[in-house]
T-cell receptor, first 113, second 107 residues
Framework: GAVVSQHPSWVICKSGTSVKIECRSL??????MFWYRQFPKQSLMLMAT?????????EQGVEKDKFLINHASLTLSTLTVTSAHPEDSSFYIC?????????FGAGTRLSVL | LAKTTQPISMDSYEGQEVNITCSHN???????ITWYQQFPSQGPRFIIQ???TKVTNEVASLFIPADRKSSTLSLPRVSLSDTAVYYC????????FGSGTKLNVKP
């Protein structure tokens, strides 16, 4: 199956700093990628849909100024958590679709101190 | 988008066949049914996808009745390494995750 790479796998940052997470489709092109957030023992929650060359579409309740998404190429989408706070600590997962199947990255564990 | 309902948890023993059923009463005509497996601190892994009837691959089978309002994931002869959360997603792309089923395989 198709491979989606996510980096970094784990990041610790201080409160108030910004963190960038990269999501790459390694062996296919993805005009659309998706960003999810998962809290402990909970299901995945869709945060936003990332569209190559255009603005992302955010789910209701997700602050677009806090979670900046850039999809500058057909294989790369980035999620930047700006001015991170402890409540932003979570597991962030990206996905991309190939032939009607979503393939997921390994996830990024963000810990904000 | 179709909402899905699955059992919260299931227990099984090694070597048994496990069937996990997902209910999706308001599935749309164009919707596919896709199942994923997730281990702790990892992204979901694709297991199988189907539209109707039965689909089988090297790891699982997916049974979909004619009305498509439910689906059953069948895992043959599970092992301890199959302990995970299993999600069914419904939709052309399937963005919205339900609660999933936590499968616990015992020795």
């Amino acid at each position: 199956g198709a491979v989606v790479s996510q980096h970094p796998s784990w990041v610790i940052c201080k409160s108030g700093t910004s963190v960038k997470i990269e999501c790459r489709s390694l062996d296919f092109q993805a005009t659309t990628m998706f960003w999810y957030r998962q809290f402990p023992k909970q299901s995945l929650m869709l945060m936003a849909t990332s569209n190559e060359g255009s603005k992302a579409t955010y789910e209701q309740g997700v602050e677009k100024d806090k979670f900046l998404i850039n999809h500058a190429s057909l294989t790369l989408s980035t999620l930047t958590v700006t001015s991170a706070h402890p409540e932003d600590s979570s597991f962030y997962i990206c996905s991309a679709t190939s032939e009607y199947i979503q393939y997921f990255g390994a996830g990024t564990r963000l810990s904000v101190l | 988008l179709a909402k899905t309902t699955q059992p919260i948890s299931m227990d099984s023993y090694e070597g048994q066949e496990v069937n996990i059923t997902c209910s999706h009463n308001n599935i749309a005509t164009n919707d596919y049914i896709t199942w994923y497996q997730q281990f702790p601190s990892q992204g979901p892994r694709f297991i199988i996808q189907g539209y109707k009837t039965k689909v089988t691959n090297e790891v699982a089978s997916l049974f979909i009745p004619a009305d498509r309002k439910s689906s059953t994931l069948s895992l043959p002869r599970v092992s301890l390494s199959d302990t995970a959360v299993y999600y069914c997603l419904v939709g052309e792309l399937g963005f919205y995750f339900g609660s999933g089923t936590k499968l616990n395989v015992k020795p």
